[in-house]
């Protein structure tokens, strides 16, 4: 199964490091346009595992693995940043292409770098302290005004590592139960009119691409939906765009860079990054001239990115999530299959309850059709059959 | 690598007979659907053996092959039509579900079984005859007219196995030349305004879906240009959906059936069928909501169907063919990239003059708009770089 790189030097061979669904939508992308795709996977049967014919086994945290993978490929990038910066700086340091690079691996790691970068750049973040202990909280707070939120500075997705606090008791209840294992930092509650998201993708040359602004609608903290593109003023869409080229400008981004927003009072403030493709741009795969999936490949070998234009007047994805009860996606596909226009994704995945096992894109000349096919579908797939 | 369907019930294995382009199309396809695909190849390094976590090595024509993939999968379904019948129908004898049937693999193997058996439905086929000799030759053409056309029965593709002739002495000399192990056919020779092709799927339980109706721009007998939708009177466009469902219910198809046209003096002429996905049909990738390979694998599961619409105004697909001087397509890969809506396929085959290695495809507003954007990419790729 392994082969050397200098055995033929075209294609070019992208390694990625993880294997869940983003490098499985990556992998699907990679083969029209002829590459070889090595995947690191830590089991033989996560995600992308189930589908690429090269793979290395290993934790995307051994460096042996990283480097066993980088010398079998042209360059690395990432499904996920559950990665050791310092492990990547080695692997530059020992002339492998790492895209995105170790500093902005390291930045999309770090809420609170983030904040205080974007925030130095005159970006619009909400006011924010790193965590020393409940002092500080309860000074923030007195200061800024209740309730605050206190988010893990690494490592929370998906609604995991925030907390909104309302009272001092809870503040220091809360601290007490984290302990002192967990760096922290407090920020002020923003009063969210809706969440946003915009993608943005730059590749080493300079060229730099943004995909239209989309709205996430978020129930606890996961992405259940993404409409593209996002109803707001034209006026708030075009600083959007301004904000992300600025961020990709400034964090020298390589591949794809999503910008988490809230909209609140009519003005946009940053969430968070993610420096990689991200579930806010599925919808891209049908509803784009090019995916965030193809234009992340393009970008890290430094290739010219693709149009980023909506393919319809309106997109929607729906996120398969796994309820409270066991279903079986693969039974119950051929119902969804039934419902007009609706595009399937399923990443292979066994069901547990609020796992992301998949997700349905429709295209539609509104929203609301869009969304109500994508939700029909949705529904068919993880509701259980009544029989 | 290799594991029992047993082991899970679910997803469904797809077998894959041959690992050229369209296994690797219909490959890329399965994959948002969840299913496991295992392809038979020949060779670990042909189209869809770079890109296939299972395979199965072997030959289309080794029995012990097929019955090693078969027993892997749930269905078997085919990359190209160059098996054995008798091996299929050993399959389906032994239990194993293949999809085209054998039957139909039979038909559309066979050219003057498909003209007799079209004939017999009154559909339009030219006029023609099995040939024994030069005196059937010479006979046939003094009733019908020259020039005549002369035919493999089996095996011709890509302009190969067809031969215009134009006196009695050309027919000597070529009857004389391909001896008497060869089966051939001579038919009326029909003067082409257009080439077309339409595409239709059909699924077990019944359900059929029609793709718009195609021109095909055909050099030296090799299709170099596919034209989205074919522009003809609509009242021919709607001529030949019909006979494609015709030629479907009678051929009892499941997958996809490409039906080759030819237009002439107004009215349709049936060329040959095929029963797989087809070279006409690649644009369907970005073409229509649902592609060929998409519909394809739908089919031979028995699932619903999904739409065939555009998915825009006009959707041109120029054929990457090998020139007479070897070109790295994926060194050339950045400058076609750069064409704004240029969808670049490579097939990871090495070049060879007049191969396929791969296509282009563009949405338009218009057919010239489609068009110029294709071959602009296509230029980009085949043409040697001037440095």
Chains 1, 2 share one sequence.
């Not at 066993?68 to 020992?94: G, I, K, N, P, W």
Request: with cysteine; net charge negative.
């Amino acid at each position: 199964m392994l082969r050397s790189v200098d055995q033929d030097d075209s294609p070019p061979t992208v390694g990625i490091v993880g294997a869940g669904q983003l490098a499985r939508m990556t992998y699907q992308a990679a083969i029209p346009l002829g590459l070889r795709t090595r995947v690191l996977a830590t089991a033989a049967d996560e995600s992308a595992a189930l589908v690429a014919r090269d793979l290395t086994l290993g934790a995307p945290t051994c460096y042996q693995a990283l480097e066993e993978l980088a010398s079998m490929c042209d360059v690395l990038t990432f499904d996920h940043e559950l990665v050791e910066v310092t492990q990547l700086e080695a692997l530059e340091a020992a002339g492998h292409r790492v895209r995105p690079s170790a500093a902005t691996v390291g930045l999309a790691q770090n809420k609170l770098r983030q904040r205080e970068e974007l925030g130095a750049l005159g970006l619009p973040v909400p006011a924010f302290q790193a965590l020393g202990g409940p002092a500080d909280l309860l000074g923030f707070a007195n200061q800024q005004g209740w309730p605050v939120v206190v988010k893990a500075i690494r490592g929370g997705y998906d609604g995991r590592g925030v907390w909104v606090v309302n009272t001092p008791t809870e503040g220091v209840a809360l601290l007490d139960r984290l302990g002192a294992h967990q760096e922290l930092l407090v920020e002020t509650w923003v009063p969210i009119e809706r969440e946003l998201a915009i993608l943005v993708v730059r590749r080493p040359a300079g060229q730099t691409v943004v995909y239209p602004l989309v709205e996430t609608v978020q129930v606890a903290g996961i992405c259940r939906e993404v409409l593209a593109p996002a109803p707001v003023a034209p006026k708030l869409a075009e600083q959007a765009k301004e904000l992300a080229l600025r961020v990709a400008a400034a964090s020298s981004v390589v591949g794809v860079l999503a910008v988490e927003l809230f909209e609140t009072g009519g003005r946009l403030v940053i969430n968070e990054l993610a420096a990689r493709p991200h579930n806010s741009g599925h919808y891209s795969i049908e509803g784009c001239i090019s995916s965030q999936f193809e234009n992340h490949l393009r970008a890290v070998l430094d290739w010219p990115l693709g149009e980023t234009d909506l393919r319809a007047p309106a997109v929607a994805t729906v996120n398969l999530l796994g309820g409270p009860n066991p279903v079986d996606l693969g039974r119950q596909l051929p119902r969804a299959l039934a419902v007009p226009g609706a595009h399937v994704h399923l990443y292979g995945k066994g069901y547990r309850p609020g796992r992301k096992l998949g997700h349905v894109t429709a295209l539609g000349a509104d929203r609301g059709q869009a969304q109500s096919l994508a939700r029909r579908a949705a529904e068919l797939l993880v509701e259980p059959a009544r029989s």
